[in-house]
């Protein structure tokens, strides 16, 4: 005698619902896409704001705002080039003073260094990143402003002096002196970074380099340095963002003069210092609005250094083997 088959009865919505809240790859995988999306969102709603808050310095203005050096709150005339101007020049001042310090530094510490001299000094590195911006700028006030301008730039002006980059009167404040505390603020990051790139490489590359007659520095430098250079860039674009946004320090020491000079004495304003001085006095709403534009003009910096980065690691990366191939 033939048996009909037992069928399950079909699931209703409850049930479906219980089952899909007991697997846990589909709960995990939508909590993931919300704060992945989050990200996504916040970026954008931070666009809008910037964008729309900006309008009435944009529809007056239009791209001249950008190619303006003129910046008058009095005759509501109002240009942001000397301040992109300013922040471009005082982060590569600081990235040329970091880059060669912070990798060296990292290479020291990773591949030469003593283990105990290794650990001592990378735990002064990092509690030294952690040192708010705001000490920098008092520190560099009470120390740096004075010996740049009793020592330093004076020092500049005689040697170099013949060059347009070292002339003008030394107010010890300026372009030069925000780019080395920019230095000093970015360099942690660089050794923390590169170091942890320059550890990440196998034993065996080491070991290999050495097995074929390598000395140590060799080795280090054409076997363990190529091997992590994109954690080494990472490093140094970290540090690039880390400039480019810095407020406070460079605040306190850029001297705060909305004008471009090409020498690297003068005082000069920066996109983060020009908001953070005259947000809370600005009472005029062209004023208000052209600040406003200035940080949506800082946003697109950034976005456009960080599109740059991504070209220059993919330019490294096109032709490398994949590692453990």
Not at 12 to 33: A, C, E, N, S, Y
Not at 100 to 112: C, D, Q, Y
């Amino acid at each position: 005698m033939a048996t009909a088959a037992i069928t399950a009865p079909p699931r209703t919505r409850p049930r479906k619902l219980m089952h899909f809240w007991r697997d846990g790859d589909q709960i995990t995988h939508l909590v993931t896409l919300i704060f992945a999306a989050s990200v996504f969102l916040v970026t954008v709603f931070l666009v809008y704001e910037l964008w729309i808050h900006s309008g009435p310095s944009r529809a007056k203005f239009g791209f001249r705002f950008l190619t303006g050096k003129t910046w008058d709150p009095v005759a509501e005339d109002f240009g942001a080039l000397p301040f992109i101007y300013g922040t471009v020049l005082t982060s590569f001042l600081g990235l040329l003073i970091s880059i060669p310090l912070g990798v060296g530094a990292a290479i020291f510490l990773s591949e030469l260094a003593p283990p105990q001299l290794s650990n001592a000094c990378t735990f002064l590195v990092e509690l030294l990143a952690a040192v708010p911006s705001v000490i920098f700028g008092l520190l560099a006030i009470f120390t740096l402003v004075p010996l740049m301008r009793q020592y330093i730039e004076p020092f500049l002006k005689g040697a170099l002096g013949v060059l347009p980059l070292f002339q003008g009167p030394a107010y010890g404040v300026g372009y030069l002196t925000a780019g080395l505390v920019l230095a000093v603020m970015t360099f942690p990051f660089i050794i923390s970074i590169s170091r942890e790139a320059l550890l990440a490489v196998p034993r065996e590359q080491r070991e290999a380099a050495l097995a074929l007659g390598a000395t140590k520095w060799e080795s280090t430098w054409q076997v363990v340095v190529p091997y992590a250079r994109l954690g080494i860039l990472g490093s140094i674009f970290l540090a690039l963002a880390r400039a480019l946004g810095e407020t406070m320090a460079v605040t306190m020491v850029i001297g705060n003069r909305p004008q471009i000079v090409r020498s690297l004495l003068a005082p000069a304003y920066s996109m983060a210092s020009v908001i953070a001085n005259e947000f809370n006095e600005a009472s005029d709403p062209l004023n208000l609005s052209a600040l406003i534009e200035i940080g949506l003009a800082l946003f697109i910096v950034t976005i456009i250094v960080n599109a740059l980065a991504r070209v220059l690691v993919w330019a490294v990366t096109r032709g490398a083997p994949v590692r453990g191939t």
